[in-house]
C-alpha cells in the first residue's frame, strides 16, 4: 500500500514536469515569435541596395553611413554566400562541415544598421562538387579563376549534397527557431538562385542544366523555411529595349542585322546568334513556374529600357499561364556615358549594340572622368558635377518607372566607387564610378540625398498612374497616404551632357489640375544640403531634365 501510494505521488510529480517541460518549450516558441514580431513595414514597392559584401575601409561605417537613406532591402552576392565558401571541403562519412563566419558577420552588421530584408544569391560553385569546368571567353575565364562560375553538380550525390548546401543555409537564416544563426535580428527569406546565368560567364551549362539545379533548390529552400521565396536567376538583356518595348519580330529583325551593321573584327558582328541564345535560355527557364516564386532582371542599360523589359518578362509569363512579382537588380550600373564607340563590351566596341548611344559625346566625357584631368575644350570639375548631377536624376528616373510599371522592388548600385574597374576593357568600366559616397566614407553625393528624399516622398504609396500629357513630358501620379504627389521631369529624347540642359515652361494645371503646389526638385550638387521646397503660385512651372516633386 505504500509502495503505491509513492508510485502514484511519483507518476504526479512526472506528469508535473512533463507538463512543465512542455509549457517551457511553448515558451521558447513564443519567445522565437516575439523575436521576430516587430513589424516590417510593408511599402508596395521594396527599395534596395547592393551588394552586401566587404569594403574598403571598413564595411561596418559604411553600412551605417547608408542607414540613414531609409532603404531597408540589400543584396548578398559577395564573398561567402557560395557552395564553396560554405562547404571548400566535401563531406568526410556523411558529415558536413560548414563555414558561416563571413556570412553571419555581414548579416548580422546589415541587420543592425536597419537593412532588415536580405536578398542571398545561392551559387553552385563548388571546386570539388561540379567537376572541371573549361571556360571558352575572357569574362569565363576571369571568373572561373575567381571561382565564381557555377555549374550542375556532377553526380547525383553531389546533387544531393549542393541541396544539403542550399536547405542548411536557409535553415540557419530562416528564423523559425531551429538552427538559427544567434543574434539574428529579421528573418532572410529570398533565395537567388545562380545570377545570370544565361550568358555563359557566371554558369556553364544549358537552360536545361539550370533547370534541374533550380528545382533542386527549390526543393531545399521550401523544406528548411516554407515562407522563403525563390528568386529566378537574373536576367540581362543589354541595350535591346533601350529605345523602347520591342515585339518578338522587331527582336528578331535586329538580331539579324547585326553581322551587317558591324563589321568583321568588331565583337557585335557574330553577337546576333549568342544574344538570340541568351533571350531562349530566358524564356525556357520561365517556363518552369512551380520552381521559383520572383523574376530578377538587371539594369545594365539606359533606364528608359525598364518598361521594354518588364514587359517582355511579362509576356513570357503570359504564354505560360501565370503572373509573378519582379524585381530590378544592379540597377544603376551603366551611368557612366558611352557613345557608340567605347563602353560596354571591350576598348574595340560599345555600349551600344542594338539602340542609340544616349550621350552624344560620351567617349570624351568618360575619357575625362576616367583621367581626372580637362580634355576635349571640357573642364574636369565642370564634368564631374554634371555627371553626379546626372546619377542622381537617373537613379530618381530609373525607381519612379519601375514603380510605374508595379515591379516588387529594386537594389541600387552601390556602396563606394570600384576604381580598379576603369583599368578594365571590359563591362567593369561601366560600373567603376557608381558609388553614393566618396572614398572617405562620410561625404554623401548628390544621388544620395536624392534617393533618400525619394523614399521620404513615395515611400508610401499605395498607387501610381502615369499621366499622359505631351510626348517630352514625364509625368507619375502617386497616392501617398491618402494625398497626390507628382514627379515630373522634360524629356527632349536626347540625353543631356554638360551645359545642354534643355527646359520647358507648362501650366501647372496641365500636370495637377491646380494652380498652386509644392515644389521640391532633387538635389544635383554637393552644395545643396537641405531639400529646398518652395510654393509655386504661378500657373506655369518649367521643366528640365531634373525630376521635381510636386504636391
Same mark, same amino acid.
Given at each position: ?405 508595379? $515591379?516588387?522592388? %529594386? ?9 580598379? &574597374? +576603369?583599368?578594365?576593357?571590359? !563591362?567593369? #568600366? /561601366? ?72 527646359? $520647358?515652361?507648362? %501650366? ?9 503646389? &509644392? +515644389?521640391?526638385?532633387?538635389? !544635383?550638387? #554637393? /552644395? ?24
Amino acid at each position: 500500500m505504500v509502495i503505491e501510494k509513492k508510485q502514484g505521488q511519483r507518476r504526479k510529480m512526472n506528469k508535473k514536469r512533463y507538463i512543465g517541460l512542455f509549457m517551457c518549450f511553448i515558451g521558447l516558441i513564443i519567445m522565437a515569435a516575439i523575436v521576430f514580431a516587430e513589424p516590417i513595414p510593408e511599402n508596395k514597392f521594396c527599395f534596395g541596395i547592393e551588394y552586401l559584401m566587404p569594403q574598403p575601409g571598413g564595411f561596418n561605417d559604411i553600412i551605417n553611413v547608408y542607414s540613414e537613406i531609409g532603404a531597408v532591402w540589400s543584396k548578398f552576392n559577395g564573398p561567402g554566400t557560395g557552395w564553396n565558401d560554405i562547404e571548400p571541403t566535401p563531406p568526410v562519412k556523411g558529415r558536413h562541415t560548414y563555414s558561416w563566419d563571413k556570412v553571419d558577420e555581414i548579416v548580422l552588421t546589415a541587420q543592425r544598421a536597419g537593412f532588415k530584408r536580405l536578398i542571398v544569391v545561392l551559387k553552385s560553385n563548388s571546386r570539388w562538387g561540379v567537376g572541371n569546368i573549361k571556360p571558352s571567353g575572357p569574362l569565363e575565364r576571369l571568373s572561373a579563376s575567381r571561382g565564381t562560375v557555377s555549374a550542375l553538380p556532377d553526380s547525383e550525390q553531389n546533387l544531393k549534397h549542393y541541396q544539403d548546401y542550399v536547405f542548411n543555409f536557409v535553415e540557419r537564416y530562416d528564423g523559425d527557431g531551429r538552427g538559427d544563426l544567434p543574434g539574428l535580428l529579421y528573418p532572410i527569406l529570398d533565395y537567388e538562385i545562380e545570377t545570370e546565368a544565361q550568358h555563359g560567364v557566371y554558369w556553364h551549362g544549358t537552360a536545361d542544366d539550370y533547370v534541374i539545379l533550380l528545382k533542386t533548390a527549390y526543393e531545399a529552400v521550401k523544406k528548411a523555411g516554407p515562407r522563403a521565396r525563390v528568386i529566378l536567376s537574373g536576367f540581362a538583356f543589354f541595350d535591346i529595349f533601350d529605345e523602347g518595348s520591342r515585339n518578338e519580330e522587331e527582336i528578331a529583325r535586329l538580331i539579324d542585322e547585326l553581322s551587317s551593321r558591324y563589321p568583321r573584327g568588331d565583337i557585335r558582328h557574330k553577337f546576333g546568334e549568342k544574344f538570340r541564345a541568351q533571350l531562349d535560355f530566358n524564356a525556357r527557364i520561365l517556363k518552369e513556374k512551380d520552381y521559383f516564386d520572383a523574376v530578377e532582371f538587371h539594369l545594365l542599360s539606359y533606364y528608359k529600357s525598364i518598361p521594354g523589359i518588364v514587359a517582355w518578362i511579362r509576356g513570357q509569363m503570359a504564354k505560360n499561364g501565370y503572373e509573378k512579382p519582379i524585381w530590378m537588380g544592379d540597377a544603376g550600373a551603366v551611368i557612366v556615358p558611352c557613345s557608340d564607340k567605347r563602353g560596354f563590351l571591350s576598348s574595340r566596341s560599345t555600349y551600344t549594340i542594338f539602340s542609340k548611344a544616349p550621350y552624344e559625346n560620351g567617349d570624351a566625357l568618360f575619357e575625362i572622368l576616367r583621367a581626372v584631368q580637362d580634355k576635349h575644350g571640357l573642364r574636369y570639375q565642370e564634368v564631374r558635377s554634371w555627371f553626379e548631377a546626372e546619377q542622381a536624376r537617373i537613379l530618381v528616373k530609373s525607381l519612379v518607372l519601375a514603380m510605374g510599371e508595379g $515591379i516588387e522592388g %529594386g537594389n541600387w548600385w552601390t556602396w563606394k566607387d570600384v576604381p580598379q &574597374l +576603369l583599368k578594365s576593357n571590359g !563591362t567593369g #568600366r /561601366s560600373w567603376a564610378l557608381c558609388g553614393l559616397i566618396d572614398d572617405d566614407n562620410q561625404s554623401k553625393r548628390p544621388v544620395f540625398h536624392s534617393y533618400k528624399l525619394l523614399i521620404q516622398k513615395l515611400g508610401a504609396f499605395s498607387s501610381v498612374e502615369k499621366l499622359v500629357i505631351r510626348p517630352d513630358i514625364n509625368a507619375y501620379k502617386f497616392i501617398v497616404k491618402g494625398k497626390p504627389v507628382y514627379v515630373a521631369w522634360h524629356d527632349s529624347g536626347i540625353a543631356q551632357s554638360p551645359g545642354q540642359s534643355k527646359s $520647358i515652361r507648362v %501650366g501647372l494645371p496641365l500636370i495637377i489640375g491646380k494652380e498652386t503646389a &509644392l +515644389l521640391t526638385p532633387i538635389i !544635383t550638387s #554637393r /552644395s545643396q544640403t537641405v531639400f529646398q521646397e518652395d510654393m509655386n503660385i504661378s500657373r506655369d512651372i518649367v521643366l528640365t531634365e531634373t525630376p521635381v516633386f510636386i504636391e
